[in-house]
């Protein structure tokens, strides 16, 4: 199910083109969408990242890299 909401915003006309240029929706709406979504992404990448760094990634004991890849050849 999508919901959406109207929204009245007031925003620089430059930033609006730019957004449009280098999104290339369709209407301006999808644009924005695009725009955001995107940033999003972003978002949700660098807090990953910085979650990874306060927490690095270990293998487990007695991990090994062919061991890993014959799993992966039976499935």
Do not use: Y
């Not at 199910?1 to 083109?17: S, W």
């Amino acid at each position: 199910m999508m919901c959406r909401m109207k929204v009245t915003a007031l925003l620089p006309d430059k930033l609006i083109e730019e957004v449009k240029a280098h999104a290339k929706g369709q209407t301006l709406t999808e644009s924005l969408t695009l725009a955001l979504e995107e940033w999003l992404r972003l978002k949700k990448l660098s807090h990953l990242n910085e979650q990874v760094q306060q927490h690095p990634l270990e293998f487990s004991k007695g991990f090994s890299a062919t061991r890993a890849r014959a799993l992966n050849r039976r499935s």
